[in-house]
């Protein structure tokens, strides 16, 4: 069983950065590609990034691609994902997702995940 804790979410202005965190319970964190879905208002849930279980490997949804950045701290069990240029567009619920995901064409499924966090707020002004 894993338990992931995200942070850093929060009220932001349009051009604002943030920087969120996921914490993860698991001593074997390491085994696990980790991904960061998000779900605005009135819309399903959606693939943002993921990275693979080294960081070696990242992933991004073509609609953030060059703007966000997912990195992972395997010593600290903490994935993270520094939002730059931030949008009234990326306003969401954001999640972290771990999972035992060895295919490239695997990380932006939703279904390839096991464990999720709870969810953090960004919400950007205009």
């Known amino acids: 069983q894993v338990q992931l804790v995200e942070s850093g979410g929060g009220l932001v202005q349009a051009g604002g950065s943030l920087r969120l965190s996921c914490a993860a319970s698991?001593?074997?964190?390491?085994?696990?590609?980790m991904g960061w879905f998000r779900q605005a208002p009135g819309k399903e849930r959606e693939f943002v990034a993921a990275i693979s279980r080294s960081g070696g490997i990242t992933y991004y949804a073509d609609s953030v691609k060059g703007q966000f950045t997912v990195s992972r701290d395997n010593a600290k069990n903490t994935v993270y994902l520094q939002m730059n240029s931030l949008k009234p567009e990326d306003t969401a619920v954001y999640y972290c997702?771990?999972?035992?995901?060895?295919?490239?064409?695997?990380?932006?499924?939703?279904?390839?995940?096991?464990?999720w966090g709870q969810g953090t707020q960004v919400t950007v002004s205009s």
């Open positions: 698991a001593r074997t964190f390491s085994s696990y590609a």
């Open positions: 997702a771990a999972g035992f995901i060895y295919s490239s064409a695997s990380y932006s499924s939703e279904a390839r995940y096991d464990y």
